[in-house]
């Protein structure tokens, strides 16, 4: 009897710590969704994923009403449905204390962060690449890591000789980059040559336990897309391949 | 003597060439929050190249505003900054992501409609169709529902905030492309009205301010030429 009175305790806990994590709603994969699941993991929040596999599932999603735009990523959080990857971003970064202590150091944070998300887009997009083309895309999202984006943080953390970006204190914009920095390192592992750095920030940030943890086997990271969630992928959103020089076009336009 | 650019010094200063871009939404911002500012234009490749060498630009590009003793970058960034300074973010981070959610969404759309010049003939009609589409049905809708849901003049917070104005400066360019886009959402138009009369918005509309006609073909080849594309 005790027994029973113990275990059905534990599953009242279970349901009420259930309610307070924040659900995402994305693919099983990294996409627009990761950036998200690395802040939580990081700020040590954890947290459910509800993954969809197929086109349907996805419109069943859609038809439930809770996707402002029709559009992932959505996370259920304090009662909000957020969308909006940048939205999503910039209320956990607040709420977990990632996004500096005043105007000025969210404006850095946010320099920071906008100019890493067109590296990162031009990676997340590249498995979509024409097969002909894909030679072409890698090497052009090296030569841009390595002489237009990684420059400016290998000179910001040599200009102020701190260990972290923002504010000499971990933020919003140190958690993107070893992100961004590890998806690189996935097209190129010598990527890093020449920012020494950025290599000792890298294993630095790699080492908080937070993100330790999140580094391990197991966790909620995603892999990277292979050929066969490629077309997955392609179902679910219609994509088409070729969408990395659609996409580029976007990036040329930031001018 | 009084040094012309000690008295200048409290402005902030515009880095962009002559158009709209990636810059409008800016000016509008801070002319919506009654804040004076000068521009300086970038006319010719050298001139984006001088910017470059500088060492001005984070990332090799404009927008670029010069603020509080910053040279900010990336127009988020600048959005960002100008709304926290001035009040026009929410007064918590539950309303502030309120109207990130809306700004976001008005963003992608505006994106659409501002890179429809940049679109090859071929694909023009389809584009255009496209962006209708998304206007009707995806976005206009949205804003529409969350003004008739609270019944109030403001989108968030019964307070203009940066929200309103994005969207009222969406509303001003969907009407450039089709004012027949706007009939079915009449709390839009008059939120659109009622934004459009304060009196620092006001100021912003009128001839002479510094707010960008739509680019024509003269403007968009130079514009081509300073940014090299092709």
């Not at chain 1, 940048?86 to 944070?109: D, H, P, S």
Request: a negative charge; aromatic letters at 10%.
């Amino acid at each position: 009897m005790l027994e029973a009175h113990h275990l059905l305790r534990e599953e009242e806990l279970e349901s009420l710590s259930m309610a307070g994590k924040p659900k995402l709603h994305y693919f099983n994969g990294r996409g627009r969704m990761e950036s998200i699941r690395w802040l939580l993991a990081a700020a040590g929040v954890e947290f459910e994923e509800e993954l969809f596999e197929t086109r349907e599932e996805f419109e069943k999603l859609i038809q439930g009403g809770t996707l402002m735009y029709e559009q992932v990523p959505m996370v259920e959080i304090d009662g909000m449905n957020l969308v909006e990857t940048r939205a999503i971003l910039r209320y956990l970064a607040a709420k977990y204390n990632l996004y500096g202590r005043n105007i000025q150091e969210q404006a850095w944070i946010d320099m920071y962060v906008e100019g890493l998300k067109d590296l990162s887009d031009m990676i997340m997009f590249f498995p979509l690449s024409l097969p002909g083309e894909k030679e072409m895309n890698l090497e052009y999202i090296l030569e841009r890591a390595t002489t237009k984006f990684f420059p400016v943080y290998e000179k910001a953390l040599r200009d102020h000789g701190q260990d972290f970006l923002v504010g000499n204190r971990l933020s919003w914009a140190d958690i993107q980059l070893l992100e961004v920095i590890l998806m690189a390192e996935e097209c190129k592992p010598s990527v890093l040559t020449g920012f020494p750095l950025l290599q000792e920030f890298k294993a630095r940030i790699s080492y908080i336990p937070t993100i330790q943890k999140f580094l391990q086997p197991g966790s909620q990271r995603k892999p990277p897309l292979d050929e066969s969630s490629i077309e997955s992928v392609k179902n679910i959103f219609k994509f088409e391949r070729g969408m990395f020089l659609k996409n580029m076009s976007t990036i040329v336009a930031e001018y | 003597m009084r040094n012309p650019e000690t008295t200048m010094a409290g402005k902030p200063k515009l880095h962009y060439f002559n158009g709209r871009g990636r810059m409008e939404s800016i000016r509008w911002l801070l002319a919506s929050a009654g804040v004076e500012f000068e521009e300086k234009f970038i006319n010719t490749p050298e001139d984006l190249d001088k910017l470059k060498n500088d060492g001005s630009l984070m990332f090799q590009q404009v927008p670029m505003v010069e603020i509080d003793g910053m040279k900010l970058v990336q127009t988020r960034a600048i959005l960002n900054y100008i709304a926290t300074k001035y009040n026009l973010y929410g007064k918590d981070i539950k309303e502030r992501a309120l109207i990130d959610m809306y700004t976001e969404g008005i963003v992608d759309l505006n994106e659409m409609i501002m890179v429809l010049p940049l679109c090859p003939p071929d694909q023009k009609d389809a584009k255009i169709t496209l962006i209708r589409e998304r206007t009707t049905d995806r976005y206009l809708p949205v804003f529409e529902k969350v003004l008739k849901s609270h019944g109030q003049d403001y989108l968030v917070g019964n307070k203009l905030s940066r929200a309103d104005i994005h969207l009222v400066e969406l509303l001003y360019y969907v009407e450039e492309l089709d004012s027949s886009l706007l009939a079915n959402f009449p709390l839009l138009k008059a939120l659109k009205t009622r934004v459009s009369n304060l009196p620092t918005v006001k100021k912003f509309l009128q001839p002479g301010s510094p707010r960008k006609p739509p680019l024509d073909e003269k403007s968009l080849e130079q514009a081509k030429k300073i940014f090299r594309i092709n």
